[in-house]
């Protein structure tokens, strides 16, 4: 057992480092910051100018192919990429979902010049990507979506009408494309009336509203269709086969869905070496102890496994199960470390200004954002029904929706 | 990066897992608990055979120098199969004492005899229910002979010779040192206690005078060290106790219908199951980290350690514990073998300390890691 790179990956590593070290900012020297705002100009602005940066580099599209303009590496590359770049604070965020998702998906479905025309823009930050997938109805149980696609005639490559409704989605606001799932049939069982499309943004009879979320940001939105109209052209797979596709972005989503952010082990040890209690400092309290030995625990077993992970990476295998346990683990961990952080500031743990909240609000903030981080990407819930059913091999829940037309289904509303 | 055993290592993990399949299966376990018999000396005989017990003992002290990886990789196994033997006593705690304190004289004298099995060794640390601190050991040691009473003491009954924690000198505030006692010699009364786990045994040692011979010079810091060496090995133990017991539950809920399905297809189960193996993964990353830490004598093996103990005892907890509600009624049934694991997960729990001790020293060795 050791730590070591192999020569390929130390040359790529110290690469990584040098343009890290003379293009970005290292965490270890800039101020902690609370909150990410990437809806604001500039922070757009800022996120665009480092992806370009990143694309003259070399380090976009890491395992993307050469042809489209990635780089053709290993995902251990890729993982080594990340490992550097967190110790940089880098505009990051953005471009995640179109490139962790869309544009695998592109690279799946779409047709060579569809290949050649999107890959390279979404590389170089040009053009951002969004994923137009959970609805009202349909978000854990997502294929129960009902934003109708319908044909414009009957020629086979007829074009496509959109009506109906999407909500979650991340970044819409900004975004010039998008991935976008619909029923283009309601009276066969509910996964095969599904079909795939990419659209622009801009089109005609799209509206967007953002979600003000429980922390005040807005980091979400609400998607309108009326008669929105999409080239069969820009279908992606057969009709019909909607949910093959969804299911080729969503296992690039286990991959992009990260870690929970801070406060984690450390903002909390640095909270308490600086708290006293009624009988001394926080630190010397047993209570304390045993919670920090807690977080300390898991946070250090998702970093072994991490390590684990990179090693099947760097031998060629694929990624283990690492993924679906780490935002179970972070997120509920993020949550509790929040709540103890304020529980640790007494009374004041309710006040979020900077100015008078220890660590310039981080737990209030944490308190405000993690439960999002236990629903996104796929609850809590349904990540234990993946761990159980594809890792462990248990039965699937009882489906009362695998038969029967789509549109006979019960939905609890009149 | 290469944190993964290797393919040699995982050969021998395929062995040791047929061998005690074969060896060690429940029937065999089950002998240990239900008569008197301490420990299974077949299986002790052909451990030493085998050359698993110096697994980690260099060939010049009659080890067969594997080294402490292959020590972890059999550990997982042992506690696996529950083998019913006094390996972590002899091994974990006495064969690595006397590798990281003795002296050439002791190395020469005492390892060849560990490796082959012939001789039994156990630490005697805890004297009653309260904590092993330095200050609360009242057992001392004065012109070479020592005195006091050791409980409990794991193997303590069976072994040939016990290290012991006591005083140098009677006075207050006297500081703890390392002792070696021959169990078999003058002044040394042992009694077997039940435990609730009599697939090991546990003994009260009462010193009365008995001649003891120092081992190391440095006393607490030293114990430290031993037990952090010693955590790392159980938690392996821990990991594979914990990993056969998620496999059971699994097994049974598979199996078991109830309202016309199985029971591993309601959430209530299969999330529980979900949480066993998320606890499982975490605690054995830990220990990977910790077998790293033992095997190349890094400076984080304090932190690693802990890391590993405490991930792998509330894992261990959480999957035994569980695995019985999963089986139900028939799960706390002496025939059905849920209680077996049970049994074993709170006696490593307890072994080397409580996970309150441990959460506290990880986070001690944290503090001082800062401070350095």
Redesign the interface.
């Known amino acids: 057992m050791d730590f070591a790179d192999t020569q390929d990956e130390t040359a790529f590593r110290e690469k990584a480092r040098s343009f890290l070290a003379e293009n970005a900012e290292n965490k270890a020297n800039a101020k902690r910051t609370n909150g990410t705002g990437w809806n604001k100009d500039e922070a757009l602005a800022a996120a665009q100018l480092w992806q370009a940066k990143k694309f003259d580099a070399g380090f976009a599209g890491l395992t993307m192919p050469t042809e489209y303009g990635g780089q053709g590496l290993s995902p251990i590359m890729q993982v080594i990429y990340h490992q550097e770049e967190a110790d940089y604070v880098t505009p990051r965020g953005v471009y995640e979902i179109g490139l962790g998702m869309c544009i695998p998906t592109m690279f799946a479905y779409a047709t060579e010049a569809q290949k050649q025309r999107f890959a390279k823009p979404a590389l170089r930050g040009e053009e951002i990507w969004c994923q137009l997938f959970s609805e009202p109805a349909g978000g854990s149980d997502l294929a129960g979506l009902r934003t109708r696609a319908e044909r414009d005639g009957n020629a086979d490559d007829a074009n496509w009408v959109i009506n109906g409704q999407k909500i979650w989605t991340s970044g819409a606001q900004f975004s010039d494309y998008a991935i976008l799932v619909a029923r283009s049939d309601f009276d066969v069982p509910k996964h095969k009336g599904l079909t795939f499309f990419f659209l622009s943004m801009k089109s005609p009879g799209i509206e967007i509203r953002p979600i003000k979320q429980v922390s005040g940001a807005a980091n979400f939105n609400e998607v309108y269709f009326t008669d929105v109209r999409i080239p069969d052209s820009q279908r992606l797979g057969a009709v019909g086969e909607g949910w093959k596709v969804s299911l080729t972005t969503l296992m690039n989503e286990r991959f992009a869905v990260g870690i929970a952010p801070a406060p984690d082990f450390e903002e909390v040890f640095d909270l308490v070496r600086d708290t006293e209690l009624e009988d001394g400092p926080a630190l010397d309290n047993a209570l304390v102890r045993d919670r920090l030995a807690d977080w300390y625990v898991r946070q250090q077993g998702l970093r072994n496994a991490h390590f684990r992970t990179m090693t099947a990476l760097s031998k060629g295998g694929t990624p283990g199960p690492e993924s679906s346990i780490n935002k179970v683990v972070s997120a509920v961990k993020y949550q509790d470390i929040s709540f103890f952080g304020t529980d640790m500031q007494e009374m004041a743990g309710i006040i979020t200004d900077p100015e008078i909240a220890a660590m310039d609000g981080l737990f209030q903030t944490g308190v405000l954002s993690s439960p999002g981080y236990r629903i996104a990407g796929g609850t809590d819930e349904i990540l234990r029904n993946i761990i159980a059913e594809r890792v462990l091999g248990l039965p699937q829940d009882v489906r009362l929706d695998k038969e029967g037309a789509f549109r006979d289904l019960p939905t609890g509303r009149d | 990066?290469?944190?993964?055993?290797n393919d040699d290592q995982r050969m021998l993990r395929d062995q040791a897992r047929r061998f005690l399949l074969d060896k060690s299966p429940p029937a065999v376990v089950r002998e240990t608990l239900e008569t008197d018999q301490a420990y299974d000396k077949d299986l002790w005989r052909q451990f030493g055979e085998m050359g698993w017990l110096g697994a980690a003992i260099p060939e010049v002290y009659g080890g067969s120098g594997l080294g402490h990886?292959e020590l972890c990789v059999i550990a997982e196994e042992l506690g696996r199969a529950l083998a019913p033997t006094p390996f972590a006593s002899s091994i974990y705690l006495g064969a690595e004492a006397l590798m990281t304190a003795g002296s050439e004289e002791q190395k020469q004298s005492y390892l060849p005899d560990i490796a082959t099995g012939a001789a039994i060794w156990c630490l005697a640390l805890s004297e009653g229910p309260r904590p092993a601190t330095e200050k609360n050991i009242t057992t001392s040691v004065s012109d070479g002979k020592l005195s006091g009473e050791k409980l409990p003491v794991a193997d303590g009954d069976i072994a040939d010779r016990a290290i012991v924690v006591a005083k140098d000198g009677a006075a207050d505030g006297a500081l703890a040192g390392l002792y070696i006692v021959d169990l078999n010699g003058a002044g040394v009364e042992r009694t077997t206690v039940d435990s609730v786990d009599p697939t090991r045994s546990q003994a009260r040692l009462v010193f009365r005078d008995a001649p003891a011979e120092k081992l190391g010079d440095e006393g607490w810091p030293l114990l430290e060290r031993i037990q952090d060496r010693a955590a790392v090995l159980m938690a392996f133990e821990q990991v594979g106790g914990a990993e056969v017991a998620m496999e059971m539950a699994?097994e049974y809920?598979?199996g078991r219908y109830a309202f016309g399905?199985?029971i591993?297809?309601y959430?209530a189960?299969?999330?529980r199951?979900?949480?066993m193996?998320?606890q499982t993964?975490?605690?054995r990353?830990?220990c990977?980290?910790g077998?790293?830490a033992l095997?190349t004598d890094a400076a984080e093996l304090a932190v690693a350690a802990?890391?590993a103990r405490?991930?792998a005892t509330?894992a261990y907890h959480f999957a035994s514990k569980e695995n019985i509600q999963i089986h139900g009624g028939m799960g706390f049934t002496w025939e059905f073998n849920c209680h077996l694991y049970y049994r074993r997960s709170r006696n490593l729990a307890l072994a080397l300390g409580s996970q309150?001790r441990?959460?506290?020293r990880?986070?001690r060795a944290?503090?001082r890691r800062n401070a350095a």
């Open positions: 990066m290469n944190f993964e055993f990886l699994k809920a598979m399905r199985p591993a297809g959430q189960i299969k999330h199951l979900a949480d193996y998320i993964e975490l605690a990353s830990n990977y980290y077998a790293w095997s802990a890391t405490v991930s509330e309150r441990w959460k506290d990880l986070i944290l503090e």
